[in-house]
């Protein structure tokens, strides 16, 4: 009874799938029909194209080009016409060349001018031809000429056409396969064509088709048979293909699958009864069957739980299969063991190997990094012993004096990179984002390049568009100097330097490419990390391997994506940053406006005596009034005798800080008008949010350049913009 249950059971999901399986036997049937028309239409869209670009057409030779668009289209049932914008045909290959054919109705007029001021080829929907007076399909290929005249190249072929090409073989003669265009008129149709094609089926069906209706349907066919549908629709044409057999069929070969199947049941059952009445009484098979279980111990395998019909041989049976679990999980748990210490040895050797690179990249950078500062200084020390040399004429002065300037502006871009970076890197920094437009942004930093001569031996190019993105101005030309500085670096003499600046849908695209010496698929997986260099081409253009990793770093802070390309060896790389668009009113952008000197009273506290001196040098020479004091209690004396405008307050003075000069400072009703500026070594973000706690106006991180310095005291004495 159980059995028979079950099977029960399995053959009602047997007339379940083989009911399916027809179904999908009919969405197959109409996918294939699809594919058929898409194929034929796909080749008379090829043939057009080809036709559009012949020279006889180009050149006005028509009856030239009849005779070509004649002989492509002579294997195939196909034929070709020449339409003018006006919709008239100039000539049809079903007719002689020359032929008068009758003019255009309104709608031809109306489908070839829609053609034409589309600019693309259309699939059309049934048509009847103006030269045959039959139904036809088309392929309509818009072409302007050399003269400028606009025509349409038509592929077309009749409906009959179409009906020969869907499947006949193998499927029975009630199934019904019907192609429909996109306004759901019948284009094609395997059964009884001449009296449907070219209308409409039942109006419930023609609003599936006109929906784009794609996958299994159930109703009623224009003849009153109750069918099942399976449907798809062409992404090509956009016609939709429908395929139905009668319910009646689908049931009656689902029901015939299943009825072998009940009877190969039935027959299997009664086996099974007779082979149990056979084998019951013979015990040796139940001895042969426990033999064969032990011996399948020692290989690892556990033996099979069957019912022997001996109690005893069951139980020797049941032992036999737990010590086989036993024996595989155990067997198990030591492979496990042997694989994760082979793991572990692997991922040992890999962290090492990780180490070793880091180190080495270390050592790298540290001995780079000392070549990188000892050059500067070397010039400097050779630059000071001249001028301490007697009788060293002016010509030699100005030159050796030049030299002391370039270098230590190149000692202090060096300190500034190493900390700008450590900030970065590590998180530590704000971002003053606004409105900024990349273009602008991009031209400051060539402009800075060109002043420095940086790009007088490349070819660099420049096409650039308006981009406006929420950034900080700084950064951002900081991100792209690097990226323009790291192509001179690697591109060689004579080389090309390319930069883009583009908005392409959401995104603002910069993009960097050079011909330079490209990157290894090594180097281009870790391109972005810390003390990373490739081989420089000019050691004098070399940095210190930080300023990609710098620049991914602000990337990620801005919300935008740094990516790189490089074909390999010698072929060039490629940098692209894309930030996401901002909208914003152009008029409205931050515009940069440089501070000047003045007559400003500035006193100077700072205890370091060269320092002191050669800000007060300076400040004179530009016109300012300056006082100095060398601690913090005789810079509070120096305050409140002179009143000065401005107070340059180094942080770290010997007795009291900076930070309580100031304090005291804005205290003091006498001495709080004094406008503070701290210039100190020390630069984190932490520094800078407690200077103004405790009552500065600026910030400024030493080494300051004097023009930086000069647009802050005017900056904080006249209230001009701040020049950061």
């Keep these: 009874m159980p059995t028979i249950l079950f099977s029960a059971a399995v053959l009602n999901v047997l007339l379940t799938a083989e009911r399916k399986a027809a179904l999908r036997s009919m969405q197959e049937l109409a996918r294939a029909s699809v594919n058929v028309m898409d194929r034929e239409m796909t080749f008379a869209m090829a043939t057009a194209q080809a036709l559009s670009t012949s020279r006889n057409l180009h050149e006005g030779n028509f009856e030239a080009f009849y005779a070509q668009a004649k002989t492509t289209n002579s294997d195939r049932a196909i034929s070709a016409a020449l339409i003018d914008e006006t919709g008239q045909q100039v000539f049809n290959t079903v007719r002689p060349f020359g032929t008068r054919i009758p003019a255009p109705n309104a709608a031809a007029k109306a489908r070839v001018k829609k053609v034409i001021d589309g600019g693309r080829p259309v699939f059309s929907d049934l048509i009847k031809g103006s030269a045959t007076g039959k139904f036809v399909v088309s392929v309509e290929y818009p072409v302007t000429i050399h003269d400028g005249r606009r025509f349409v190249v038509n592929e077309w072929m009749f409906s009959e056409h179409l009906n020969a090409l869907l499947p006949a073989n193998d499927i029975p003669a009630s199934w019904l396969i019907s192609v429909f265009d996109k306004r759901g008129i019948t284009i094609a149709r395997n059964i009884n064509p001449d009296k449907f094609v070219g209308k409409p089926p039942r109006p419930e069906r023609l609003r599936t088709i006109l929906a784009g209706f794609e996958g299994l349907s159930r109703a009623y066919t224009r003849d009153g048979i109750e069918m099942h549908g399976a449907w798809e629709r062409s992404s090509i044409t956009g016609w939709s293909v429908g395929v139905g057999v009668p319910v009646s069929e689908i049931e009656k070969i689902a029901v015939h699958s299943v009825a072998l199947t009940a009877g190969g049941f039935l027959i299997t059952i009664l086996l099974a009864v007779a082979g149990a009445m056979l084998f019951s009484r013979r015990l040796i098979s139940a001895i042969d069957q426990a033999s064969a279980s032990a011996e399948a111990l020692p290989a690892y395998r556990i033996p099979p739980v069957a019912d022997l019909r001996v109690e005893e041989m069951n139980r020797l049976q049941m032992a036999l299969h737990r010590a086989g679990h036993l024996l595989v999980a155990g067997e198990a748990t030591r492979q496990r063991s042997l694989e994760e210490a082979k793991n572990a040895r692997i991922h040992a050797e890999q962290a090492q190997k990780i180490a070793e690179d880091q180190n080495r990249a270390k050592d790298e950078f540290l001995a780079m990094l000392g070549h990188e500062l000892r050059n500067p200084l070397a010039a400097i020390a050779s630059g000071v012993t001249l001028l301490n040399m007697p009788d060293i004429g002016s010509e030699r002065f100005s030159k050796v004096k030049a030299i002391i300037q370039r270098q230590t502006r190149h000692l202090s871009h060096l300190v500034d990179e190493l900390l700008d970076a450590h900030r970065i890197l590590s998180g530590k920094i704000r971002l003053a984002k606004s409105p900024t437009d990349l273009k602008v942004v991009v031209e400051s930093c060539l402009a800075s390049l060109e002043a420095r001569g940086a790009t007088r031996t490349h070819e660099v190019s420049v096409f650039a568009s308006s981009a406006v993105v929420q950034a900080d101005p700084t950064r951002l030309e900081q991100m792209i100097c690097n990226l323009l500085d790291n192509a001179l670096k690697y591109t060689p003499e004579g080389g090309s330097i390319t930069l883009r600046v583009l908005a392409k849908g959401e995104d603002a695209i910069v993009e960097v490419t050079d011909s330079g010496i490209g990157l290894s698929p090594e180097l281009l997986d870790k391109a972005f990390d810390v003390f990373v260099q490739g081989k420089v081409i000019n050691r004098a253009k070399g940095g210190l391997g930080i300023g990609l990793a710098v620049v991914n770093s602000l990337a990620k802070l801005h919300g935008a994506e740094l990516t790189a390309y490089s074909a390999g060896i010698n072929q060039g790389s490629t940098f692209t940053l894309r930030f996401p668009l901002a909208a914003a009113d152009p008029a409205a952008l931050p515009q940069r406006t440089a501070g000047a000197a003045g007559t400003a009273r500035v006193l100077i506290i700072e205890d370091n005596r060269d320092v002191r001196e050669m800000t007060s040098l300076i400040l004179c020479e530009l016109g300012f009034a300056v006082h100095t004091a060398v601690d913090g209690e ?64 600026m910030h400024l991180t030493k080494p300051v350049p004097i023009e930086e310095l000069a647009d802050a005291i005017a900056y904080v004495t006249r209230q001009e913009p701040d020049p950061r």
């Excluded at 509070?636 to 009143?643: D, K, P």
């Excluded at 205290?667 to 200077?691: F, H, M, N, P, R």
């Design 634 to 697: 005789s810079g509070l004396q120096a305050a409140s005798t002179i009143l000065p405008d401005v107070a340059l307050v180094d942080i770290d003075l010997p007795g009291i800080s900076g930070y309580e000069v100031a304090e005291k400072l804005k205290s003091d009703c006498a001495t709080e008008g004094i406008k503070l500026i701290a210039v100190t070594g020390y630069g984190q973000a932490t520094d800078q949010q407690k200077a103004r706690d405790a009552g500065f106006e």
